[in-house]
């Protein structure tokens, strides 16, 4: 339908990026595909004023399918028609672009827009895998255009970039090409790699690590790349390879993976299985905090604000160390759960966790102990029983609850019967 609606304003339309290269690899591999995210580009047109084009081809597809939403976005002349997930289908993403140009006005600022050809817009990609389109229109519909040897790069498993400049423009592009890499069992080719290795000794990490930095737009891309292979199967292949490359250090100049925070790293997997069963902490800013949190404490919470994370993972990066402190020096004086208990009970479940995989094994059991059972442990008796046993309510009820707390905790009492004698 969207190809009948392109011809019949005498456009091409075509299928690029992502699900070409995805459609390639799956016939290769003769597995099965799940696309959610298509993108596609109108081209075709006589005159630049056309550069609205896939806004309107996007507006009469939503007249078609009116149960789709329509975003249109102005800057760049994009919209995305939205399906989302029901009981039969999953949920679908179409963005629709006008082909065209991008040009940065300086290295690693927000690339400015104008219509242009299909073969240019291929050209302002990433990497040659990710270069490729396929014609929807006729005629030669199904044609695949590959105009810098994508196609080769994929049956090679290869990951090359288009532009020896690439990098410089847009760091980022580092994090995306270890991503594909990583995820297709590919290798970096090896000019690229040079590439990436030259951007990174000219310091092209200072623009995303800045603090206040002029690139905000530059961060936000960092960060969507870092949640992409932080939330992915092959995390710990790719923070490998980003180490290798000396590219941790667009987080922060500071950041390596080392044997410490691989070991941090892993511990952390065994930390969410047990002590999150239910799995609310989202692993991928777990592991992301993991990594600001073993920087010096007076970068912590730059660094997080910096990657534009939530306000409560911020402030927990930022009192990280003044909590640290605290229970690395207290801890070690308690003589009772219980007192362990009322330290540890005024923190979140991340802060307790972050804290553990660094401090020393003793403080770290007795982190553990208090996350599986004596953060657990509720008083034997509750505010409607002590009703029952006579206690007019008062605000006395709160004390003796945490009286009775304190004393099952640290073992002094074990069941009901013992409570009650407790408190007469
Ligand atoms: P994925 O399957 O991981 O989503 P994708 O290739 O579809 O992979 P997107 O981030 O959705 O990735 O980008 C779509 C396309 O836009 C890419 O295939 C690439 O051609 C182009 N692209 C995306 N980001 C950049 C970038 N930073 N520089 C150049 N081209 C890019």
């Not at 065994?270 to 404490?297: G, S």
């Not at 009703?387 to 009286?403: E, F, I, R, T």
């Amino acid at each position: 339908i969207a190809s009948q609606e392109a011809e019949k304003r005498g456009w091409h339309l075509y299928l690029v990026g992502g699900a070409v290269r995805d459609l390639l690899l799956a016939e290769a591999e003769t597995r099965n595909l799940m696309i959610n995210d298509i993108d596609l580009v109108v081209d075709g047109f006589h005159q630049t004023a056309d550069v609205g084009a896939g806004v309107e081809l996007a507006k009469a597809l939503q007249q078609i399918y009116q149960n789709a939403r329509l975003e249109i976005h102005g800057a760049f002349q994009t919209a995305a028609l939205l399906w989302h997930k029901d009981l039969v289908l999953d949920s679908l993403w179409v963005d629709i672009a006008t082909a065209r140009t991008e040009f940065y006005p300086y290295p690693a600022a927000n690339p400015e827009v104008e219509a242009s050809s299909i073969r240019q817009d291929l050209y302002r990609r990433d990497f040659t895998i990710n270069a490729m389109a396929l014609r929807l229109t006729s005629p030669r519909a199904g044609e695949l255009l590959d105009f810098f040897g994508g196609f080769i790069d994929l049956e090679n498993q290869q990951v090359r970039i288009l532009h020896p400049n690439s990098f410089i423009e847009d760091p980022t592009r580092i994090y995306r090409g270890v991503r594909f890499a990583v995820r297709f069992g590919f290798s970096l080719e090896p000019q690229t790699e040079t590439y990436i290795r030259y951007a990174i000794n000219s310091g092209v990490y200072d623009r995303t690590s800045q603090e206040n930095s002029k690139t905000p737009a530059l961060q936000t891309r960092l960060k969507t790349e870092l949640k992409y292979i932080l939330a992915a199967p092959y995390w710990q292949s790719a923070l490998e390879l980003l180490d290798n490359l000396g590219a941790l250090q667009c987080i922060h100049s500071t950041l390596k993976l080392d044997a410490e925070l691989s070991r941090q790293l892993n511990l952390l997997k065994h930390c969410l299985r047990k002590f999150d069963k239910k799995q609310t902490l989202i692993n991928w800013q777990m592991r992301l905090e993991v990594l600001i949190a073993y920087l010096q404490p007076e970068y912590r919470g730059k660094v997080a604000k910096n990657l534009q994370l939530t306000d409560d993972s911020i402030i927990r990066l930022e009192k990280l160390f003044t909590v640290e402190s605290e229970i690395i020096t207290l801890l070690p004086t308690f003589e009772k759960p219980s007192q362990t208990l009322y330290l540890l009970r005024k923190y979140d479940l991340q802060t307790l966790i972050l804290i553990a995989l660094q401090s020393p094994r003793k403080i770290r059991r007795r982190i553990w102990q208090y996350l599986t059972n004596w953060g657990n442990i509720q008083p034997l008796l509750n505010g409607n029983d002590l009703k029952k046993l006579g206690y007019k309510p008062s605000p006395q009820y709160k004390q003796m609850l945490d009286d009775l707390l304190t004393a099952t905790v640290d073992g002094i009492i074990k069941d009901k019967a013992e409570a009650q004698e407790f408190l007469t």
